[in-house]
Nanobody, 125 residues
Framework: QVQLVESGGGLVQAGGSLRLSCAASGRTFSSYVAGWFRQVPGKEREFVVAITWSGPPYYADAVKGRFTISRDNAKNTVYLQMNSGKPEDTAVYYC???????????????????WGQGTQVTVSS
């Protein structure tokens, strides 16, 4: 079992930056695949980025080149650096994790077992 707590959300102007954090407790987070999703009211939860045990992270096209995921295993934390924010980035951002192995990537919410409570990000125009 692992518990996830996001932080770092807030209000930023278009073109600005935010860094979200996802702190894990309960298990060694380096053993888990970690992902970020986002959701706006009335829409399905949307994949943003995932990082596995090896290989480069993979990003949704909408954030590629602007967002960067990283993990600090010593702190059991995953970060999402958001640059060049756009109003369409406004959403609740969720951190997710799984220890399951699978082929084909980790793009869907159902492929994750643990979720944080979410943190609101608002990008104003």
């Amino acid at each position: 079992q692992v518990q996830l707590v996001e932080s770092g959300g807030g209000l930023v102007q278009a073109g600005g930056s935010l860094r979200l954090s996802c702190a894990a407790s309960g298990r060694t987070f380096s053993s888990y695949v970690a992902g970020w999703f986002r959701q706006v009211p009335g829409k399905e939860r949307e994949f943003v980025v995932a990082i596995t045990w090896s290989g480069p992270p993979y990003y949704a096209d909408a954030v590629k080149g602007r967002f960067t995921i990283s993990r600090d295993n010593a702190k059991n934390t995953v970060y999402l650096q958001m640059n060049s924010g756009k109003p369409e980035d406004t959403a609740v951002y969720y951190c997710a994790a799984t220890i399951r192995t699978r082929s084909g990537g980790y793009y869907k919410p159902g492929e994750y077992d643990y979720w944080g409570q979410g943190t609101q990000v608002t990008v104003s125009s």
